[in-house]
């Protein structure tokens, strides 16, 4: 079935600040906060909704201008259109056959098959299974681990796996046939992992526990990596799927990444398949905002929104409390929220200056969002009050940005290289310079499952940090040109989780 949505462009042309501005521009808007009546389109059908749970770089560099860019210095420009929401079939491809399977549907939903509950994986000491449930329901015996953090390497087109209580790498995956440009990873509420690839576009799901690979050579065992030593694409148990995307380039690729939470149905006690977002391009720069069955990699809904930016594809994702999809553009390109349910999409503004680069997002849903230049270097938007402030200048650039449960920011800082902690509650900066010793490009930030700051480093390495002492407590420098600044660890999924 195929839907569409109209954003009228007389409302988008209404909002309070400019859309169409230059990726490269150096001037400012106003330093005050910005309030911004959010846009909407008319509602539509979903396409798609959750089933029960299955088995299942480029290089950033600081340009003169006071841009900060993947690769290259290509100018932004935004402007307004019409979007559509396609239901859709699509073909995921099996990476230990190289075959493609398309699995017809109407209502756009997923299969499944049985899941195990019980944890035999020998990855972690400390796997563990949900203890909570809907009221009336038994916890969910879903097998679950959080003792990770994953990290792509770029030119290597792996994704590591790695422990964050011990810093040993527990696997490390390739995620594509070729060359694929692996960034962002998203973590779900159960540990697994998908990665987005920007060209090669594509994405690609790891099992975080032995108990959902799937052996598929039949010999009796699972045949998957436990350190750094990859296996050859295909041949890896974990890597549960792979769905190739159709974007034309490197600029257009898949970028924005989230998985949905979800909680057990009050009726059945089931707890369903969560399913992931992704945003990339077309061709003509229209774009795509399509969610994927976690459990198969097939294509559910196809939100498209025309004249996107001629920049690069839709930057950070996250999700809310409500599954909504979160979207934030590179510099001066949109910020978009879409209705989980009726695929509607809200155009939120800009912040007052204008320039973006990471993100995150709280448990009450508001959005964080790094910057690389201008009067602030740090900016949040306040979902209640529809509107953004910017915190000033935090001693420069903060690119990757995550939240954590203590209502604390945490900033990426590059130029100089540091980690920035910001107080979400008063807008304020804490500290814009932790020491980060011997540190190159610092450019993505996580927390991970015991509360510590984890911060990758372009210089091959991430280093885990203490939230209170600021002390570096490990680091881990076997990173190959490392690129990911998104939920790595499924932390940030935590903070909003439906209760």
Known sequence: MRYTIAISPLLVL????????????TSESSDTNSSTSPTTSPTTSPTSSPTSEGSDTASGTTENSGSVSESDGTSSSTTDGTATATSTTDGTTDPTTGTTAVTATDSG??????????????DSDS??????????????????????????????????????MTGVEA?????????????????NQFGDVVVSSRHEGRVTKVAALEVRCVDKN?????????????????QDECVLWDTPIPSPSYTHGPRATAWEAVKQDEITCEMP?????????????????VRLAGDTGEIL???????WSTSFSPYGGAVNSEGDFIITGYNNDRVLAIDSVTLEITDLGLPPGGTKYGMGVQGNGDIWVGSFSGAHNLYHYKWAEKMWVGLGQGGGSILGVAADKEGRIWGAGTGPC??????????????????????????GVSIDNEGYVWVVDKANKAYKVDPDSHNVELIFDKLVNPYTYSDMTGQGLQLVLPQ
């Open 14 to 25: 209404g909002l309070a600040l400019p859309l169409g501005c230059s990726g490269d521009d």
């Open 109 to 122: 939903t997923s299969t499944t098959d049985g899941t195990s509950t019980s944890d035999s994986d020998s």
């Open 127 to 164: 796997d563990s299974t949900s203890t909570t449930g809907m009221q009336g329901c038994p916890p969910d015996q879903t097998p679950s681990t959080f003792d990770f953090i994953w990290i792509a390497n770029t030119s290597q087109n792996t994704v590591s796996k790695i422990n964050t």
């Open 171 to 187: 696997g490390r995956y390739l995620v594509g046939p070729g060359q694929t440009n692996a960034s962002r990873t998203s973590v």
């Open 218 to 234: 039949n010999n009796g065992m699972i045949d998957t990596s436990k350190d750094a030593t990859f296996l050859p694409w295909g």
């Open 273 to 289: 398949v969560p399913r992931v977002w992704i945003g990339y391009k077309d061709q003509a720069n229209s774009a795509h905002f």
């Open 301 to 307: 809904d196809d939100v498209v929104l025309e004249n």
């Open 418 to 443: 540091r980690l920035v902690k910001a107080d979400a509650e008063t807008d304020t900066y804490l500290e814009t310079n932790i020491a980060l010793p011997g540190c190159g490009s610092p450019w």
